[in-house]
């Protein structure tokens, strides 16, 4: 099969197609056949190195955490067939910058009717990790009030959607160029980060949620509420401090690691087929120029999400 694999850790020209023998199919295991792979930024720090204490020194690697395809192969007892679409969040070991991949069950969903392919590549990881972290410490109540810093982005923008569809007042920050765009995920309020500092307002949040992990929660405690959370997707030293003081606060902070899991994406498909919840994808690029993609999510400024068409 056609991969787009790194042979060594550095820049998006470390991205080369290469053939690669299709990977076997263990019991309780599907083979898909990719449609298309979404991009995060978590590929670009796989790619550079900055994880390799995770992710090693094994290569060829094919990175991507996200994929949306057909069933090709599944045991007869499976719960799903060939021809099936899904789509799924693959963990850490990556395999979506490719033409085929091995999937647990457990970690795919079926695509929601009349989502295509392109659409449903760039929903799995971002997605979970905005229901996981908004779900981190309790799930959110009707008429809590939720901040979501970071609310353009792949994050952020699922972020938004979620505590709208769980009743919450939801705060959304963004530039100045993505309000309305913002706005139209459902906000109730935006708040341009470069206008006014979130961090100041005189309302108090259940959750704060730095899907974009540019704040602390040193700063964002002053706008927690007794008994609110601040949940981030990048940890730090200072955010493991007060993590271990959390036993003896009210105010508590925490950091989430997304996890691939098929039922909390029949949640994210369910809330799609309600109508409560969309994508946006800002550019499709071929899998052959994966390294454009790479270099445009890496400035941080992308609303949405990047996607790689492999078919
Ligand atoms: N721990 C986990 O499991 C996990 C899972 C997913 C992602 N992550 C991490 O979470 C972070 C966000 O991921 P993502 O996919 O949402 O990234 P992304 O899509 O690349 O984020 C880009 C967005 O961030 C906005 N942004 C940039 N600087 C900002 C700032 N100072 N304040 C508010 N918004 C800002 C940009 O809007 P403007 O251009 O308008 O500023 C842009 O729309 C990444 O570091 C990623 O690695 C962690």
């Known amino acids: 099969m056609k991969a ?40 670009f720090k796989i790619r550079n190195g900055s994880m390799k204490f995770i992710t090693g020194s094994r290569f060829p690697r094919i990175l991507g955490g996200d994929i949306a395809g057909v069933v090709e192969q599944a045991d007869p007892r499976s719960s799903y067939r ?9 963990s850490l ?7 085929f991949v091995i ?40 008429g809590d009030r939720v901040l979501v810093n970071g609310a353009s982005g792949g994050v952020g923008i699922f972020a938004v959607q979620i505590a709208k569809a769980e009743g919450a007042y939801v705060t959304a920050i963004c530039s100045a160029r993505n309000t309305e765009f913002v706005r139209s995920l459902g906000a109730d309020q935006v708040i341009d980060y470069n206008a006014e500092d979130f961090t100041k307002v ?17 700063k964002c405690s002053k706008i927690l509420e007794k008994g609110g959370r ?25 950091f ?18 309600q109508g409560l919840l969309r994508t946006h994808v800002q ?12 270099e445009l999510i890496e400035t941080e400024r992308v609303r949405g999400k990047l996607v790689l068409s492999v078919i």
Request: net charge positive; aromatic share 8%.
């Open 283 to 294: 550019k499709v690029f071929p899998l052959e120029n994966g390294s454009g993609a790479h």
């Open 230 to 254: 601040y949940i981030t997707t990048v940890p730090n030293k200072g955010l493991f401090f007060f993590q271990s003081l959390n036993f003896t606060r009210s105010k508590k902070a925490g």
């Open 82 to 90: 060939p021809g099936d679409k899904v789509f799924g969040m693959l």
């Open 103 to 142: 999937m647990k069950e457990s970690q795919v969903c079926l695509i929601p009717e009349g989502l295509g392919m392109t659409d449903a590549a760039s929903i799995p990881l971002a997605a979970l990790t905005a229901l996981q972290a908004l779900r981190k410490g309790g799930n959110i109540k009707p």
């Open 256 to 273: 989430i690691m997304a996890k691939p899991s098929g039922s909390d994406l029949g949640f994210i498909a369910d809330l799609i087929d």
């Open 4 to 43: 787009l694999v790194i042979n060594q850790y550095g820049g998006p020209e470390q991205l080369r197609m290469q053939e690669i023998a299709i990977p076997d199919r263990g019991k309780g295991e599907l083979l898909v056949r990719i449609h298309a792979a979404g991009v995060n930024p978590v590929d």
């Open 93 to 99: 070991k990556g395999g979506g910058y490719a033409e």
């Open 202 to 218: 005189r309302s108090r949040y259940m959750k704060v949620f730095d899907a974009v992990a540019k704040s602390s929660f040193y």
